[in-house]
């Protein structure tokens, strides 16, 4: 069974702290790993990762992948309190079709 | 503007009736999908659909149904026989290339009581 795993599962830090969440999976067709951040309701694509080693960034985050440990890390630099949210990683298979397996959620609070 | 709307964003039934919730997008995606959000559990897949007229079942269908009349619609209808309904429901709609990203509707949160 497809399943993916992240931690940790609640974190509450200060603004200006960096912080970072953790992913790990284990799928049959491993295609892609991806981010997102659900802050009220719809979740927001953050990053794609493909390839192993090659680090995305956008502005304070940034993300890795390590296809041979089987994670990926999102880091946020000088959190702000506008970073508090619900930080999704889903895995993207392809079994006859694209499907998108999701970890648990990691909830960030960031207090001022 | 494009995008994926879900209505209603609130949801209140009595325990033994069928529900509808209504998922429409036009960006033009082939692909839809049914997720269900429950506070710890991150999302789950209950049906998708790659083309119009073809659906599949997800992780959890049961007590679930779907159907894919037109590209721009994917209906979920919650059925009395779905044990814990009371749920955050998300939509999401996809193109069939190797961008697997997922863009999401806002939701419905279903309460049944």
């Known amino acids: 069974e497809d399943k993916v795993v992240q931690s940790p599962l609640s974190l509450v830090v200060h603004e200006g702290d960096t912080v970072t969440l953790n992913c790990s999976y284990e799928?049959?067709?491993?295609?892609?790993l991806l981010w997102y951040k659900q802050e009220k309701k719809a979740p927001t694509f953050l990053f794609m990762l493909t390839s192993s080693g090659i680090e995305k960034k956008s502005g304070r985050l940034s993300s890795i992948l390590d296809k041979k440990e089987l994670f990926s890390i999102l880091n946020i630099t000088a959190t702000q309190t506008g970073d508090s949210a619900i930080y999704l990683c889903?895995?993207?298979?392809?079994?006859?079709?694209?499907?998108?397996?999701f970890g648990q959620g990691t909830r960030l609070t960031i207090n001022p | 503007d494009g995008g994926i709307t879900q209505s209603p964003k609130y949801l209140f039934r009595k325990e033994g009736q069928n529900v509808t919730l209504s998922c429409e997008q036009n960006?033009?995606?082939?692909?839809m999908y049914w997720y269900r959000q429950d506070p710890g559990q991150g999302l789950r897949l209950i049906y998708y659909s790659q083309i119009v007229n073809d659906f599949q079942k997800g992780d959890i269908a049961e007590g679930y149904s779907v159907s894919r009349e037109k590209k721009e619609s994917f209906p979920l209808t919650v059925t009395s026989a779905q044990k814990n309904p009371t749920a955050f429901y998300l939509c999401?709609?996809?193109?069939?290339?190797?961008?697997?990203?997922?863009?999401f509707g806002p939701g419905t949160r279903l309460t049944v009581t």
């Open positions: 799928v049959t067709n491993f295609r892609s």
């Open positions: 999401a709609s996809s193109t069939q290339t190797a961008s697997y990203e997922q863009y």
């Open positions: 960006l033009n995606h082939d692909a």
């Open positions: 889903a895995v993207a298979t392809v079994q006859g079709a694209q499907k998108l397996v």
